[in-house]
């Protein structure tokens, strides 16, 4: 194999098959002297599974200085040039070139990207020849963040704890220098190899890796600078691979293992330290099936959104300003799939991707989550002289569905054809797959003569619930009356209901005092406490 080696190439690295050489002495331009540094496996290598890293160690001369965008010619003191070169750059003379085509072994075409302080000869070591960090081989960055008026860029295949901050101002200007408004790169270094798998902004620049969480700030508080970085190993918790999510100056994230939630933020009394509790420390069995997906809906209400591998979604309401986190599941017929938040004038809308079972077949579905539908998949419609039939249910066809006609609930209808028929006209309806809400309380502490209650023949004598503009309600299986009967009351609508409802004689339980309430009709419900009276037998 000829030319493969030059003189030029005496301090240059040589990699093949794991193995790492430095070429030390020049024999012919098919033959080296390797000082190994990592053992070579044993056979010869096909042309593109080895290469020779570094810059050849001979003068660089470029024909001109300035202005950049014009051509440059780099002519170097010994033959060193490959084509394969083509398409890098070399940074000489405080400026930068990129090499457009190799004419000969010395000789390489080029243009000026930053302007040259001189055109003179630059020694060995003097100069740099740099190829790109992205793209083939080495893959392109799999996240990035804005911040400090830079677009900050992380994680490629090839440079897996790499990070990138372009030009201040310039956002796709990654031309690396040492000014304070240039770019910079920077390794995070740590014990392991752990790859960047997200970058944050709260209270400074964060990176998320499979094994822990970074702080990349600019030292003395000062801005971030090529000259000026500093890079803190705040935790060893480790991410996946689900986007995180800012809730004010918080950055939630999912643990490597798709479990927990923590919520990453600086701590109050340490303002460079970030501390990350687990935010589902006392709901483990709402995430056990793992996290796929998760957004965050601002408005109307503070809500994070997952969605479990399971095909159901858990719901956290986080407002820190009043300490409120709590859980919630949502399931509907059918598997969710993917979720999203799209800011609207109105408040944030919530899309889902779900899957269902339609003709025996499996659809998937963009749905809109709408607080003001009571039913799933559903669909509205109005007809001003009044309608029996109603169509457009062919994403539907063969369900049983819920119908709520001029506000009054229907008996359920099996979807035909893509539509139903009612036994009256309606002029408003809402159809859709039937869902039920459920709230399962535990069972209450107190402390009796003998110590706690755990464990005691426990006898709830009365549950009251508060409630807030709400059509039914069923405690442990029994309904509440909400109707009353009169003139001109079957025909209309319900009226939502608010105020206290009490269900009694529930009977004993054997160390258990739980309190299902559910709403099984797609009708409001609102509740805002639960109230019970109950009686521990000691003995």
């Not at 704890?161 to 740590?190: C, H, K, N, P, R």
């Not at 002029?427 to 107190?446: A, K, M, S």
Request: charged share 20%.
């Amino acid at each position: 194999m000829s030319n493969d080696f030059f003189p030029a190439d005496v301090g240059r690295d040589i990699i093949a098959g794991g193995g790492v050489g430095t070429i030390t002495a020049y024999v012919d331009d098919e033959t080296v002297t390797v000082e190994i540094k990592a053992v070579f496996p044993a056979g010869s290598w096909d042309a593109d599974t080895w290469a020779i890293l570094g810059t050849p160690l001979t003068t660089c001369t470029p024909s001109v200085e300035k202005p950049a965008g014009v051509s440059c010619t780099l002519t170097l003191g010994a033959a060193g040039w490959r084509a394969e070169d083509a398409g890098k750059f070399v940074r000489i003379n405080e400026g930068l070139v990129r090499i457009d085509s190799i004419t000969s072994t010395t000789v390489a075409a080029g243009t000026i990207m930053q302007e040259l302080t001189s055109a003179v000869a630059a020694p060995a070591y003097a100069w740099s020849l740099e190829g790109s960090v992205w793209g083939d081989p080495y893959g392109w960055p799999r996240c990035g963040t804005l911040f400090e008026q830079r677009l900050w860029l992380a994680g490629s295949p090839g440079f897996p704890q790499g990070v990138w901050g372009s030009v201040i101002g310039e956002y796709f200007d990654f031309s690396l220098g040492a000014l304070d408004d240039e770019a910079m790169a920077y390794t995070l270094a740590s014990g392991e190899l752990n790859p960047i798998m997200h970058l944050a902004n709260s209270s400074g620049l964060v990176a998320l890796t499979t094994g822990g969480e970074f702080s990349i700030r600019g030292g003395q508080d000062r801005a971030l600078t090529p000259t000026n970085i500093k890079v803190t190993d705040q935790s060893n918790y480790g991410c996946s691979a689900v986007a995180p999510e800012r809730i004010g100056s918080e950055i939630f994230f999912i643990q490597r293992a798709h479990r927990k939630v923590r919520a990453l933020s600086l701590n109050q009394y340490d303002g460079e330290q970030y501390v990350a509790p687990d935010m589902a420390v006392l709901s483990e069995h709402v995430t056990e099936s793992g996290i796929a997906d998760m957004t965050y809906q601002q408005e109307p209400e503070s809500l994070l959104w997952l969605v479990r591998n399971d095909g159901q979604l858990a719901v956290l309401t986080a407002d820190r300003d009043q300490e409120v986190f709590a859980w919630s599941r949502q399931s509907t017929q059918g598997n969710f799939e993917a979720i999203e938040s799209v800011p609207t004038p109105e408040g944030d809308r919530v899309f889902a991707v779900v899957a269902r079972t339609i003709g025996g077949q499996t659809v998937r579905y963009i749905e809109m989550l709408d607080p003001e539908l009571l039913t799933d998949s559903a669909i509205t419609g109005h007809s001003d002289a009044g309608a029996s039939t109603w169509s457009g249910l062919s994403h539907l066809e063969g369900r049983s569905v819920n119908v709520k006609a001029d506000g009054i609930v229907q008996p359920d209808q099996v979807v035909t054809g893509g539509s139903i028929t009612l036994d009256r006209a309606a002029h408003d309806v809402e159809i859709g797959l039937n869902y039920i809400t459920e709230v399962l309380t535990l069972t209450p502490e107190f402390m009796g003569q003998t110590g706690s209650a755990q464990g005691h023949q426990l006898s709830i004598h009365e549950v009251k619930v508060r409630l807030h503009e709400t059509i039914g309600c069923a405690v442990n299986l029994q309904t509440l009356p909400f109707r009353k009967f009169g003139d001109g009351v079957l025909d209309q609508a319900p009226v939502p209901f608010s105020g206290d409802k009490r269900a009694g004689n529930l009977g004993w339980g054997d160390g258990l005092a739980q309190t299902l309430i559910q709403q099984r009709q797609p009708y409001p419900f609102h509740l805002l406490s639960v109230v019970m009276k109950l009686s521990a037998n000691e003995g």
